[in-house]
């Protein structure tokens, strides 16, 4: 594996999500966490991929309460902010991105929930060893040429045992979200015509991408060798969200769409008990979670 210079990455990257995050601020897109009822297809993932967390840091039991959890990469800081209401959790984020560190505080200050936010590199993160009990990363690790250096920076902080759940989405032109590339390109079209809705200029034509960072178009498997290698132990591997993204839809259609991907849900639930309504092949899954503990001594 090539050991890449991070001074050279970071000074790439941190430009792009500062303009990413400064034109995010104050739009609906800062404004994702939802616990219930989700309105829109961004609301509707995040729930799921929020509650995949929370069963996650349930089912690990630490003596340690309140836990500390670390999110990495934060962004909006929703993740954290979700676990801060359901678990109690006493959360610390960490971004290198002023501006997305101002729309996590937003965040947290409209649910009046207390975090602490501390500007850093996620090569070299800012906080003492065996800080944490639990460290998140969503959309993060796959924006690194080698994941295991961010991930031994989230081994280092964590105590002995602790928790890591990193929810990667690689760049795979062939997942579900191929059904949606050409009606999204149309629906981009139309809205340019027209006017109407929120312009995103975050995003490129097909309605996936931020920008021009690096994203890795390696699945899971380069991820499982980069977290053994980082020093943490797999406790599992979990392939989600088979649903494309449809992308600009007027809101009412919106929400049509997404009670369709609840109902699917349902049936899933209803007919294959036993399986995780919201998986997914390897081949049609949006992204992947990688769920690994670091060693106990
Ligand atoms: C695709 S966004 C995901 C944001 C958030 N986790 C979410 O799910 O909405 C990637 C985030 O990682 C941050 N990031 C990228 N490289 C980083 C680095 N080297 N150190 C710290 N943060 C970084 C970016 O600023 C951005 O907020």
């Known amino acids: 594996m090539t050991q890449i210079d991070p001074s050279m990455h970071v000074a790439h990257d941190k430009p792009v999500y500062d303009q990413r995050w400064s034109k995010s601020r104050g739009t609906k897109d800062s404004r994702i966490l939802c616990f219930r009822w989700p309105k829109t297809q961004v609301e509707f993932f995040y729930l799921q991929y929020n509650r995949l967390i929370r069963r996650s840091i349930e089912s690990y039991a630490p003596k340690r309460r309140p836990l500390r959890l670390l999110e990495v990469g934060c962004g909006r800081g929703t993740a954290a902010l979700f676990q801060t209401v359901e678990l109690g959790v ?45 460290v998140i990363s969503l959309g993060v690790l796959e924006h690194f040429p080698d994941p295991a250096q961010p991930m031994a920076e989230m081994c280092r902080v964590l105590v002995p045992d602790g928790l890591m759940i990193s929810m990667n989405v690689p760049e795979r032109p062939d997942n579900i979200q191929r059904v949606a ?28 991408k931020t920008g021009d960072v690096f ?57 294959q008990p036993r399986n995780n309504p919201y998986g997914a092949s390897e081949r049609n899954a949006r992204c992947h979670f990688v769920i690994a503990r670091k060693p106990p001594t």
């Open 90 to 134: 006493e959360a610390y984020l960490t971004d290198f991105s002023f501006d997305a560190l101002k729309i996590a505080r937003d965040n947290f200050s409209e649910f009046e929930a207390p975090c602490r936010i501390v500007q850093g590199d996620a090569y070299q993160l800012p906080l003492p060893d065996r800080s944490m009990d639990v």
């Open 215 to 271: 994203r890795t178009y390696d699945g899971a498997a380069h991820f499982a060798e980069a977290t053994r290698r980082a020093g943490f132990h797999i406790e599992r591997i979990e392939q989600v969200n088979p649903f494309p993204t449809i992308d600009p839809l007027p809101r009412a259609i919106e929400w049509l769409v997404v009670r369709g991907y609840e109902a699917f849900m349902a049936l899933r639930s209803r007919f």
């Open 181 to 208: 590339v050409r009606l999204n390109r149309h629906l981009s079209a139309i809205q340019r015509a027209s006017g109407w809705g929120e312009a995103k200029p975050w995003l490129d034509a097909t309605r996936s």
